[in-house]
């Protein structure tokens, strides 16, 4: 990391991170997984999965197989999104052909980790002159102050909160009619995982966004009546395959869509970027958050993500 990101309850400082390839006839896919961390997955974990499904894997399973193989998490992700590549690179067709998806660059928002100080945070946003849509993460501590910084230092662009369930129904309360007044567009998973119940039939002026609460398409049903948008993940999801089917029923039940990211590389966010195309916000910008990337890499300008190049993932 090129310093220490700070969320509710968790820093990263560093990456871990696990490379699938699968090769047939020559020819190579791969698939990256990040552990979710409030999950308690690890790496050591992720590979066991792996292993011990290694013969279905080199039998040649589907990725809708994988679906019932493997349990949501960052090691499927890693297999079904190695399996994408792969699909893609044997075929000679692109994965936007297999998904039925045109890709455009993507407007992606440049994420504020929590700081000590308001006016640091302002500052950090300050920086991100070429972002146009700001995330800033917030815990418990002052968080309306925090936004009046950013928000003063940045007047021209589009603000997202993300709690990381660190607020209480009565601080999410409080703070609504303030944020609305500074323009904040959404607010993500304000409440802890488990204990948002509050929310079910909860009029908010603010769109209110699962995260944590939302992890794959079994957990949509609960997350309809306490949420207005679903943060698609695809080390959440288990990979591409089910994040498609999952973006697709929540959209038919009228919830907006995000994507996010586990600060994984580039090769995490190539296959992000597909769900990109169906969301309404766009947060893929893990890549920048560390020292070193993957070669090919995303490419991001002026605010801007754009589709991996056609030697890099998902395409012959």
Known sequence: MTAPFVITGHVFDSLEAVVVTLEREGVCGSGEGVPVYYLQESAVE?????????????????????????????????????????????????????ADIRPQPCRTAYTLGIQKQPDLMAAQATRARDFKLIKIK???????????????????????IDANQGFTFDMLQSVLEPFAALGVAMVEQPLPR????????FKSPIPLCADESCLHRGELAQALGRYDMINIKLDKTGGLTEALLLAREARAAGKGLMVGNMLGTSLSMAPAFVIAQLCDFVDLDGP?????????????????????????????
């Open 46 to 98: 992720m590979l066991d999965q792996i292993e011990a499904v290694r013969a279905e894997i080199e039998a040649g399973i589907t990725r809708e197989g994988l679906l019932d193989l493997m349990p949501a998490g960052g090691a499927r992700n890693a297999v079904d999104c190695a399996l994408w590549d792969l699909e893609a690179k044997s075929t000679g067709q692109s994965v936007w052909d297999m």
């Open 138 to 160: 917030l815990d418990g501590v002052d968080p309306v102050e925090r936004v009046m910084a950013v928000r003063k230092a940045r007047p021209d662009v589009q603000i997202i």
């Open 194 to 201: 488990g204990d948002d119940a509050a929310l079910e039939g």
């Open 288 to 316: 920048l958050n560390l020292k070193s990337d993957t070669a090919p890499a995303m490419r991001y300008h002026e605010g801007l993500v754009e589709a991996p190049t056609r030697n890099f993932w998902g395409c012959a």
